[in-house]
């Protein structure tokens, strides 16, 4: 065998490793499935669960980058909103309002991200570990793009769902303001239409004013 021939063959070997990292990590993420959150869907029927959730944060990153005050890449935005849940696997989903759950929130999505971007190619796991990383932070144009649309579109399906969530547990206003306080800062005109909708349910008594 040749010198060609070797190089060609390592060249091979280290394309199916590849491939066989990817498609383990590709079956792992169809576990985010299983995972269900609290908010419900559109017609009330059931919760979504996670991947629906990112999926439908996708569609809504297309439609609504106009409205941002800040000019994002798409690309990056999309992968953030499809990958931000992936922790989830493993972290499980924590309410947006359970203080409690929120008190070991971060360490148990950070063990998370370490176990599911490890099982990726190193090269791939390192940037979506890094783009996982940029949303936590909260900093970039691309977060607060993401973190808007995470936001924003439980609240629609709340409104869908004739407050169904928020009616179960008693969720007030100043959580929901509390939860969105940054996203003024983003979109203006998104940030106006959370508010007429949060007033729209404290009117219908699903959501608690304070």
């Given at each position: 065998m040749n010198e060609t021939e070797t190089e060609k063959e390592t060249g091979m070997g280290l394309q199916k490793e590849r491939l066989r990292q990817q498609i383990r990590f590709i079956v792992e993420a169809d576990k985010v499935k299983n995972i269900f959150r609290q908010t419900y869907l559109a017609d009330g029927a059931r919760r979504e669960n996670d991947a629906?959730?990112?999926?439908?944060?996708?569609?809504?990153?297309?439609?609504?980058?106009?409205?941002?005050?800040?000019?994002a890449d798409l690309t990056k935005v999309?992968?953030?909103?499809?990958i931000h849940d992936l922790v989830e696997i493993d972290a499980g989903d924590t309410y947006a309002y359970d203080e409690a759950g929120a008190a070991t929130k971060r360490e148990r999505e950070?063990?998370?991200?370490?176990?599911?971007?490890?099982?990726?190619?190193?090269?791939?796991?390192?940037?979506?570990?890094?783009?996982?990383?940029e949303f936590e932070e909260y900093e970039t144009a691309d977060a607060k793009f993401a973190h808007l649309l995470d936001?924003?579109?439980?609240?629609?399906?709340n409104d869908a769902s004739d407050g169904k969530s928020w009616a179960e547990h008693g969720v007030h206003k100043s959580q929901v303001c509390k939860r969105n306080e940054r996203i003024p800062e983003t979109s203006e005109i998104v940030w106006e239409k959370m508010q007429e909708i949060m007033d729209q349910h404290i009117r219908k008594g699903?959501?608690?004013?304070?």
């Amino acid at each position: 065998m040749n010198e060609t021939e070797t190089e060609k063959e390592t060249g091979m070997g280290l394309q199916k490793e590849r491939l066989r990292q990817q498609i383990r990590f590709i079956v792992e993420a169809d576990k985010v499935k299983n995972i269900f959150r609290q908010t419900y869907l559109a017609d009330g029927a059931r919760r979504e669960n996670d991947a629906e959730h990112s999926w439908h944060l996708a569609l809504a990153a297309v439609l609504l980058q106009e409205h941002m005050k800040e000019e994002a890449d798409l690309t990056k935005v999309l992968i953030m909103v499809l990958i931000h849940d992936l922790v989830e696997i493993d972290a499980g989903d924590t309410y947006a309002y359970d203080e409690a759950g929120a008190a070991t929130k971060r360490e148990r999505e950070l063990k998370a991200a370490d176990r599911i971007f490890g099982l990726l190619p190193e090269d791939q796991g390192a940037y979506f570990r890094s783009l996982w990383d940029e949303f936590e932070e909260y900093e970039t144009a691309d977060a607060k793009f993401a973190h808007l649309l995470d936001n924003f579109q439980p609240l629609l399906l709340n409104d869908a769902s004739d407050g169904k969530s928020w009616a179960e547990h008693g969720v007030h206003k100043s959580q929901v303001c509390k939860r969105n306080e940054r996203i003024p800062e983003t979109s203006e005109i998104v940030w106006e239409k959370m508010q007429e909708i949060m007033d729209q349910h404290i009117r219908k008594g699903n959501l608690q004013a304070d």
